[in-house]
């Protein structure tokens, strides 16, 4: 029997008319947009660090799920291609590639009060990106969500040591708060003391400790972090920080991490700041080891789309 389909695909077309609308980023345009994605698609970090291929595709598996949701407003957003699979295969000349061009293609002056949600494959991205950061503010503090604190040791850098690269280049004031840290994740020399930088580490036990089991976030980031207009402040997650039971797709699964309740919590903690712009990073989504329910892509567009 033929199934009476006639009309059908017309009908559902035309349903795209409320679907969240992200353009192609113009420079002319650039201060009409209040969300401008930065798409880093490249996971040659990852391999470096021993991880599993695939966060590559992160970023436009977590846009194209964006792009399912519909709004009722307009959060005029923009995406913006800041490194595509395979455009380099030298990790050093990709990284000083990736902060040039941010530095001549995005200009922060322009774009006052504008949320930069960086998407990127590995962890390492964040480099380029708090690179970029830096050029406008010698004062900052970023909280990371993550199991792994990203501050090895090793002389060639890749995904798990983008912090202590930064903290070594960095010649101004700089806190990291990290949060969801798990000791048997960690190399002991990930503890070493950083270059000119202060990090408090707090691991699952302490934040549901001190978090009056998880119900007072707002509460905890308070206490450690008192004067965040201080600093151009940073969000980082990794999503292996999540747990396994709704994060799946990633290199290294979490079978004791974060509730996305509680990472919910702290992304609206941070987007409650006065701080005119935000700097959100989401890295280390990886769709090849995601479920046919495509749930990590989904779990990531439901953290995002409250704060657009």
Not at 101 to 128: I, M, R
Request: proline share 3%; charged share 25%; glycine share 6%.
């Amino acid at each position: 029997m033929k199934e009476d389909m006639k009309g059908i695909t017309e009908q559902l077309s035309r349903r795209g008319a409320s679907k969240l609308k992200i353009k192609e980023y113009m420079s002319e345009e650039a201060q009409s947009y209040k969300n401008l994605f930065i798409l880093s698609e490249s996971d040659l970090g990852v391999i470096r660090n021993g991880g599993r291929r695939g966060s590559a595709y992160g970023p436009s598996a977590i846009i194209n799920t964006l792009k399912k949701m519909s709004t009722h407003r307009d959060p005029m957003c923009a995406q913006f291609s800041l490194r595509t699979m395979g455009s380099c295969s030298d990790f050093s000349q990709q990284q000083e590639q990736d902060i040039q061009k941010l530095s001549t293609d995005l200009k922060t002056a322009n774009l006052e009060q504008t949320k930069f949600w960086h998407l990127g494959a590995g962890h390492d991205h964040v480099y380029p990106y708090l690179k970029w950061i830096s050029q406008s503010s010698k004062k900052i503090l970023i909280i990371n969500i993550d199991a792994h604190l990203d501050t090895r040791v090793d002389e060639l850098p890749h995904s798990g040591t983008p912090f202590r690269q930064f903290a070594n280049d960095f010649d101004g004031d700089l806190e990291i708060l990290q949060l969801g840290i798990h000791d048997f994740a960690n190399e002991l020399s990930n503890y070493n003391e950083l270059k000119s930088a202060k990090m408090t580490i707090l691991s699952m036990a302490q934040i549901k400790n001190e978090s009056a089991n998880f119900s007072n976030i707002s509460g905890l980031l308070d206490k450690y972090i008192q004067s965040p207009e201080e600093y151009k402040v940073v969000l980082s997650l990794d999503c292996d920080a999540i747990c396994a039971e709704q994060m799946e797709a990633v290199s290294a699964v979490n079978h004791h991490g974060l509730d996305i309740d509680t990472v919910r919590e702290i992304f609206s903690w941070y987007f409650s700041l006065a701080q005119k712009e935000k700097y959100c990073g989401i890295y280390e989504y990886n769709p090849i080891y995601d479920n046919l329910s495509n749930k990590g892509a989904r779990v990531l567009s439901s953290l995002i789309q409250p704060f657009l």
